[in-house]
């Protein structure tokens, strides 16, 4: 009765790192700001499908964020949260749950848990964040012109980039093979925007599928022979596997990008990515703007702003590349 | 437990209600642990979500969809009966089988509904507030069910199948085919879970390959927990039973929701539920409730 659990929006977050760095620095900000903002009590209801630590730390973000605008837990914000533990009926009974209190906003992180929500009220503001595709999700008709009482962000990688970013390391690379699980939608929507980017470039994409984690090393093994290099997408279940598709990869001389840049470090040889606690402050602006008493449907669907480039140079030795000097400079993190 | 809260407790629990009714046909009435609720779940959303998309009449793709569960248990009988693989077994590989299956129905993980047509949109002109039409909707095709296999027990064919899971040697002596029996309550149960499924999607507003994690649990779970609250020899009250466990086991998960007031957070919610649902198997059958609670009884 195992299954993978149906996250559709999963990334190992860089986000201890931030943690450090942007607690300090949104408290700095919360400072000035508290006298502008803080008038009445506010209500922010917060809901995941699942603890992970990427939606966790979209949550920390979004917490931070209002903190940095003047909305403080404790003080004058009611910060209330939620999981449905893996299981989409108990994320139908939060919304409803989130509902019946009438917060001021619901924030849904995750796409079953934003369906669930926008399922349950037509009234109360929604921010969803960690969506991958709202227009798929039919949670907006229109990116730029949500309409009623939704908006909120999609956290879809920049797919165009990363392949860019394969060409640029290792130009003749013809075809790409990607591992991803078949049952996260988040996965399969990623590959569609793979396979339409991809022959513009001169590549052509060569699928695995891995249901499960523990499928994940015979899929690369397939991939051996048919591909000049691996990328592995922002895929819960294949990432959890990541050691077994870089041992497949330095056994076979095929160099293997991700999409995240928790992966790196792990044994990926790049990735061009963004983490999930800068996706929550980016989130929490939105939901201060509704705070404020902007209507959720005249705020356009935003994408993720800022991303960064990590690289191991060791990694690609071992799978038989060498870093070209200019990616190397223009990486945020060397892994050593 | 506020009014919307209670009320999509309640919604949730006849929706479930039909996943124990399968599972009481299959467990209780044929002894046969089958897990093909887990895949059969899913399949009921699955179909009836890429036959509304595809502009199907919502109520025509419920139908499908029990149609879709039905062969789910059959296949499971099938493989039990005709190639005796064990039950256990047989229903696990159906439950496999079904979460490609159902892939390969959505053709994609997710299908959203939120804007689509559902069972519900004839029935908006009668203006009755959204979450307490859906409970009626529910408890309507919930009680329906329920009377309707309360009635087909009842008959000549019922008792025969109520036979072959009591005691399949004595039934096949008395001319009972077991074998049928077994198909026909399996494809039955099914159809109910899929039913379930099917009304979830167009409810909650999508349909995800996700749905079925720990489906077979929560049947079970409603199930026992309707046994030991309404302890009954008589047939209608023992299939309403498994309706009253289901409504209690999400008014457990609503309570869990909120206990923050006693210092619980979000992660402990499973923990709070299981909790819950435990305290009303033992609390009912204890002739002293603190009693129990408090001291190990000897023997």
Redesign the interface.
Known sequence: ?V????V?DTKEACMSRLFTMGLPVALALGLGAASAAAAADVTVAVTAIV?HPALDAAREGVRDELAAQGYRVGDNLDF???????????A??????F???APDVIVPIS??SA??V???TKDIPIVFTAVTDPL????V?SLEHPGGNITGMTDLSPIGAHLDLVKEITPDVANLGVIYN????NS?TLLDLLRQEAPARGIAIVEAAA?RSSDVQAAAQSLVGKVDAIYVPTDNTVVTALEAIVGVGIDNQLPVYAGDTDSVPRGAIAALGFNYYDVGIQTGKIVARVLAGEAPGSIPVQGVETTELYVNPGAAERMGVSLPEAVIARAKTVVE | ?????????L??GLI?GLVALGVFLSFRVLSFPD?TV?GSFPLGAAVVASAIVAGVDPYLGTLMAMAAGALAGLVTAVLNVRFGILHLLASILT?IAL??VN?RIMG???I?????ESVLTPLAPLGIWA?LLKVLVAGVVALVAALLLIRFLASDYGLAMRATGANPRVAQAQGVRTGAAILVGMAVSNALVALAGAL?AQ????A???????T???GLAAVIVGETILPARRLGLVVLACLLGSILY?LA??LA??S?LLGL???D??LVTALLVGLALILPSARNPLKALLVRRAG
């Open positions: 009765m299954r993978p659990i149906g559709t603890e209330q949260f939620e999981s449905a533990q893996g299981n989409p009926a108990t139908a009974q939060i919304a409803q749950k509902v019946g209190e796409t079953p369906q669930a926008a399922a349950a798929g999700a039919k949670l008709s078949p049952g996260e939608a399969v249901p | 437990m506020s009014q919307v809260a209670f009320l999509g407790a919604e949730l479930y897990l887990d439950m979460f490609s892939l994609r993980p997710n959203a509904l939120l804007t689509e979450p979830f409810m909650a507003g999508f995800d390959i996700s749905l079925g994690t720990g077979i649990v929560v999400r998960v609503a929701l909120n923050d957070t979000a992660s919610l499973n």
